[in-house]
């Protein structure tokens, strides 16, 4: 309950605000992001789903991935973004795939493409995910070359990269 009282005592007039209802806090708007890569090449396992090892990163706002795991953990809930540049060296054999998991478990596959054997062979993609607080995400990779196949990485974090970022309640 609360009440609004207006009142006057014939030189002054003023009135009172008494606050009704509403929430005990007002919690501010909060950036929740993270962006990481590999510091070297990963190599990966023919026809094998791999976790990709983040092991550097350029900001964590919350440090929510583990740098050994390369698993990403919610601090908060809300809608996440999550995108992926996977760069495997040049090979023309078969395909490669970059899948986005959530809580150890397929959520969606961000792309599969056959590789190449002119240039290094970049897979991007991106989804959005619900998650709640302590929810986890990691990305995986496939390939199947015949033979083992290497991740690239490097000092700048740019070759293959993955980017998180809360994007709503």
């Known amino acids: 309950s609360g009440s609004i009282t207006l009142a006057t005592n014939g030189a002054n007039n003023w009135f009172t605000v008494e606050r009704l209802?509403?929430?005990?806090?007002?919690?501010?708007?909060?950036?929740v992001a993270c962006r990481?890569?590999?510091?070297?090449?990963?190599?990966?396992?023919?026809?094998?789903?791999?976790?990709?090892?983040?092991?550097?990163?350029?900001?964590?706002?919350?440090?929510?991935?583990?740098?050994?795991t390369g698993v990403y953990t919610a601090p908060v809930s809300g809608k996440?973004?999550?995108g992926v540049t996977a760069c495997f060296a040049a090979n023309a054999t078969n395909s490669?795939?970059?899948?986005?998991?959530?809580?150890?478990?397929?959520?969606?596959?961000?792309?599969?493409n056959n590789g190449f054997s002119?240039?290094?062979?970049?897979?991007?993609?991106?989804?959005?995910?619900?998650?709640?607080?302590?929810d986890t995400v990691d990305i995986r990779v496939n390939q199947d070359s015949g033979g083992s196949l290497n991740l690239i990485g490097g000092a700048g974090l740019n070759d293959t990269c993955l980017s998180i970022q809360r994007i709503g309640n």
Not at 21 to 31: F, L, Q, R, V
Not at 118 to 134: I, R, T
């Open 80 to 82: 996440y973004r999550v």
């Open 36 to 68: 990481a890569g590999l510091t070297g090449n990963q190599s990966i396992s023919n026809s094998s789903d791999t976790t990709v090892v983040w092991n550097g990163t350029s900001f964590d706002t919350h440090g929510a991935l583990n740098t050994s």
């Open 96 to 112: 490669r795939r970059v899948i986005l998991r959530k809580n150890s478990a397929n959520y969606s596959t961000l792309s599969r």
């Open 21 to 31: 209802s509403g929430p005990s806090a007002i919690a501010a708007t909060e950036t």
């Open 118 to 134: 002119s240039a290094d062979n970049y897979f991007s993609g991106d989804d959005m995910v619900s998650l709640l607080a302590g």
